[in-house]
């Protein structure tokens, strides 16, 4: 029998085995059998225009069953019910029949194209081009290592140097999703070893091709290799690192100091990896390089600026948050505890100073309850006759006063205002005036606040006691509820009910514990210890510039918020047209 012929009863096969409804198993028989006769009729060819022919036929068949095979293998209830062995026996049958269909292409195409006409090349190239995308997607079904190993095979069967390339830039793209996802699952061997297979694929397509889309494709798949290699390792050092510590905390009798010390090295190596590169990874080791100098080596000061650079660190992460991992609610927990104590240090540092002083001017301090005991107009004469405000001009002319019993309760409330600008400590900072002036201004500003509530308390129809007969040092602090003044204001300023140069005034403390001037302070800031007990926030009641409050409600909290805050291929032939004859 003939080429001819036997290419004609295999073309028969062929069409009856890609009709569509047709079962799978069905058109997998007759598919086969369409391929002993194209076999038979390769045997029979007399010269290459047949022999490529009869390969092109071969290579196609190829094709239509790999394509059955992969879409009955890509249903997951098929999956459901097949055991791992019948599912390797299909994931290899789908790497086979793509192998042999794209060889056998590339095969017939070298024969051919020398002995068939223009078109029938053409055509084929663009087969070739068509089959090959389907095949790269059908062995996507199969898992990692062997869908790599399957395009391994389909590089190897290429002639065509850039659809090699190509091919390779593809598995070097699955094998860096794959690393990523890797990490993203704390798996960072599977991350390295893809990283480093990554190597050969990328080194191969630049050689191979010389277009500059894929030039740069390649140049882009190595910058984010280094950056996963980089973030693995990193991962790797902290894993290592930590099961040293867990080791030497836990398993020996005695603490080995120069096991600590190369513990430590690790984590710092796994952060020098990291640098500005995974923001997460750097802060775990330096979180616990931080828990090691503050648990271990018991030097607080070192653990917290660590734990200050977590912190900084974490925040460049946003939005991604970091809330209920362990290292990170261990590193605000002890940070917490640090300035808890810092701050109880400060205030313990504070009221000595206060003692020493309410000791040193206890003569002064007497004379300003006596006055003040006296009233409001009293007060003032005396501490303007006394103990003048250094500031000047003066904003309240003591003039004035003499009105006073006159005066409606706003306008005494604006007058004791401008005499709360003229004292109040933030007026009057301990950088320009010293410590001892800034106690006195302290202590002024709070009798002067007495009479300020009071006047407050009327105009809210409140029944307030006046509070005459009280003595100075007795004299009960603002709480903050509200009540906190800037002082008063100027002219201009009455208007906006408030001071506006007291936001430059205000002393809050940094992050760092270097910007304190007694110690380290809070994570988010604070005011800087103030002796009139007023500074937690300004009065902002009188917004029309009558000197009176707006509002029966005060809320200094009102300017603050919380900061948290189908597998690629398609069902049609791509082309079912067989040769029949010569």
């Not at 007399?46 to 092109?56: P, Y």
């Not at 299909?90 to 095969?107: C, M, N, P, Q, V």
């Amino acid at each position: 029998m003939t080429s001819e012929y036997l290419r004609k009863e295999g073309n028969k096969l062929y069409l009856r085995g890609t009709e569509k409804g047709l079962s799978p198993l069905l058109a997998k028989a007759r598919l086969t059998g369409a391929l002993k006769y194209y076999h038979q009729a390769k045997t029979s060819s007399i010269d290459r225009q047949e022999l490529s022919s009869c390969l092109k036929n071969i290579g196609k068949t190829h094709y239509h069953i790999t394509r059955i095979k992969a879409n009955e293998f890509g249903m997951c209830h098929v999956q459901a019910i097949l055991s791992e062995k019948e599912k390797l026996k299909i994931e290899d049958g789908i790497r086979y029949h793509a192998k042999e269909s794209l060889s056998t292409l590339f095969e017939a195409f070298k024969y051919g194209e020398s002995y068939q006409d223009k078109t029938w090349c053409d055509k084929l190239e663009s087969d070739i081009g068509n089959i090959f995308s389907d095949l790269v997607a059908f062995v996507g079904s199969c898992d990692f290592d062997r869908r790599i190993a399957a395009m391994f095979v389909l590089v190897e069967c290429m002639i065509w140097k850039e659809l090699k390339a190509l091919t390779l830039l593809e598995i070097a793209t699955v094998l860096h999703q794959h690393s990523v996802s890797s990490l993203e699952h704390q798996d960072f061997r599977a991350s390295l070893r893809a990283v480093h297979e990554m190597n050969y694929p990328l080194e191969e397509a630049a050689r191979l091709t010389d277009h500059d889309e894929m030039q740069t494709d390649v140049r882009v798949l190595k910058a984010d290799a280094s950056y996963q290699q980089a973030s693995a390792e990193s991962m790797q050092a902290i894993s290592m690192a930590r099961h040293q510590l867990t080791n030497l905390l836990q398993d020996e009798e005695f603490l080995n100091m120069n096991m600590v010390f190369n513990t430590l090295d690790m984590f710092k190596d796994a952060a020098l990896k990291a640098r500005e590169i995974n923001l997460e990874q750097e802060a775990i080791a330096c979180y616990y390089q931080g828990h090691i100098f503050e648990k271990i080596l018991k030097l607080k000061q070192k653990g917290k600026m660590f734990y200050l650079q977590v912190m900084q660190l974490t925040e460049a992460a946003k939005p991604k948050l970091f809330n209920g991992q362990e290292w990170y609610d261990d590193c605000t927990a002890s940070l917490r505890a640090m300035q808890d104590e810092a701050r109880e240090r400060d205030d313990n540092e504070q009221e000595k100073i206060r003692q020493a002083f309410r000791k040193e001017m206890e003569k002064e301090l007497n004379d300003i309850a006596a006055a003040k005991t006296a009233g409001a107009v009293q007060l003032l004469k005396h501490v303007y006759a006394k103990h003048p405000p250094k500031n000047t001009p003066f904003k309240l002319d003591i003039e004035d006063m003499s009105e006073w019993d006159s005066l409606e309760t706003k306008d005494k409330k604006r007058l004791l205002l401008k005499a709360l600008s003229d004292f109040h400590p933030d007026k009057n900072s301990k950088a320009d005036y010293g410590e001892k002036w800034h106690f006195l201004v302290g202590e002024i500003s709070k009798a002067i606040s007495h009479f300020h509530d009071n006047e407050k308390s009327l105009m809210r129809g409140e029944n307030t006691s006046s509070g005459d007969g009280v003595d100075g040092d007795a004299t009960e602090e603002t709480t903050g509820e509200g009540d906190d003044h800037d002082g008063g204001e100027d002219e201009d300023d009455e208007e906006e009910g408030r001071d506006e140069d007291d936001n430059d005034d205000d002393e809050w403390t940094d992050i760092d514990s270097s910007s304190s001037e007694y110690g380290d302070n809070d994570i988010g800031g604070h005011r800087s210890p103030c002796f009139c007990g007023m500074c937690d926030g300004l009065d902002s009641d009188d917004n029309d510039g009558d000197g009176a409050d707006d509002d029966d409600t005060d809320d200094g909290n009102s300017g603050h918020s919380d900061e948290h805050s189908d597998d690629g291929n398609n069902n049609e032939d791509k082309d079912d047209d067989h040769d029949d004859d010569s």
